[in-house]
């Protein structure tokens, strides 16, 4: 089988589709066929920085595929499913075309949108979530998130409104207003300096955005951003964690209509220096797949 791996840290050169041997499952292990992952920003600090598992390595941190063979009794062959890997943790990475990992980590695809779209849902989905969870939004916050646009901010900004929140948006450009507004946000700016003064229950910060003056006394203020936090009494970072629970939770609102899945563009997976180029240019209103 192929897997997208690396040797060393660099740029989308370093990246090589390698013949490899099929993974064996364990004990309460799954094996899928991988149907589609997608690019994350931790992917490319992967690829470029001196971080992750010891080297050569699998990168990856989605998933969407078929059960092919389960060591769980809770998976079965053709069972279409999802999940999240925490790749630099683990060196369980995803880009493969055949992964095994462990049932604790998988959760049932949403069955309303093309399996391979449902790559986009995992990394970002979690984050947003388990972030929104640790700023306590609630119905009746007023909430600011900052990089709405973007992949973990959109989705984040369409579960603070089904939470019942009122969601105001800070987007990096002129051009991704109306997507945020789409997605569910009352206002939008593009500009720091235009946002309100004191005025949010809970800001989260996507982007590593001087969010800080926009808080209102006594708020909560949750970054995910790899930038200092501000001098905000209680604020806070929110790591990601692996979470089945979240990721099903996540997959029901996809199937009520609750949370809609952006993809931008799709790239068979042996073109994946050609997805990071895109992907680190900037401007991307959805995710990238790579498609298996």
């Known amino acids: 089988m192929y897997a997208i791996r690396i040797a060393r840290h660099g740029g989308p050169e370093a ?87 462990p049932a604790r980590l998988l959760a049932t695809a949403p069955t309303t949108v093309p399996l391979a779209d449902a ?9 947003a979530l388990q972030a929104l969870n640790r700023a306590a939004v609630t119905s009746g916050d007023h909430v600011l998130i900052t990089g709405a646009a973007g992949a973990v901010g959109g ?20 051009g991704h207003l109306q997507a945020a507004r789409d997605l569910g946000a009352d206002r939008a700016w593009h500009r720091t300096a235009d946002l309100p003064r ?3 229950t809970a800001v989260l910060d996507t982007a590593g955005t001087a969010a800080g003056p926009a808080l209102a006394p006594g708020g909560r203020y949750v970054s995910i951003a790899d930038h200092p936090l501000p001098d905000i009494p209680g604020a806070a ?13 996540l997959a029901a609102l996809v199937d009520e209509g609750a949370l809609r899945l952006r993809i931008a563009h799709r790239y068979p997976f042996h073109e994946v220096r050609g997805a990071h180029e895109r992907f680190e240019a900037g401007g991307v209103l959805g995710k990238i797949l790579l498609t298996f």
Do not use: C, F
Request: aromatic content about 6%; cysteine-free; hydrophobic content about 45%.
């Open 15 to 101: 990246l090589s589709v390698q013949e490899v041997p099929p993974p064996v499952p364990g004990a309460d292990e799954v094996l899928i066929r991988t149907v589609a992952s997608s690019l994350n920003p931790v992917d490319w600090k992967t690829r470029a920085w001196e971080v992750g598992p010891e080297l050569p390595a699998t990168l990856g941190w989605d998933l969407a595929g078929v059960v092919t063979a389960s060591h769980h009794p809770g998976y079965r062959p053709g069972d279409r499913v999802i999940a999240m890997s925490a790749q630099i943790a683990t060196g369980l990475g995803t880009w493969a075309e055949q992964v095994a990992l």
């Open 119 to 127: 790559a986009a849902l995992p990394l970002a989905g979690v984050t």
């Open 155 to 174: 989705i984040a900004v369409q579960l603070a409104r089904h939470a019942g929140a009122t969601v105001d948006a800070l987007v990096s450009r002129p």
């Open 198 to 200: 004191h005025t949010y």
């Open 237 to 249: 970072m929110s790591y990601v964690q692996e979470n089945r629970d979240h990721l099903a939770h």
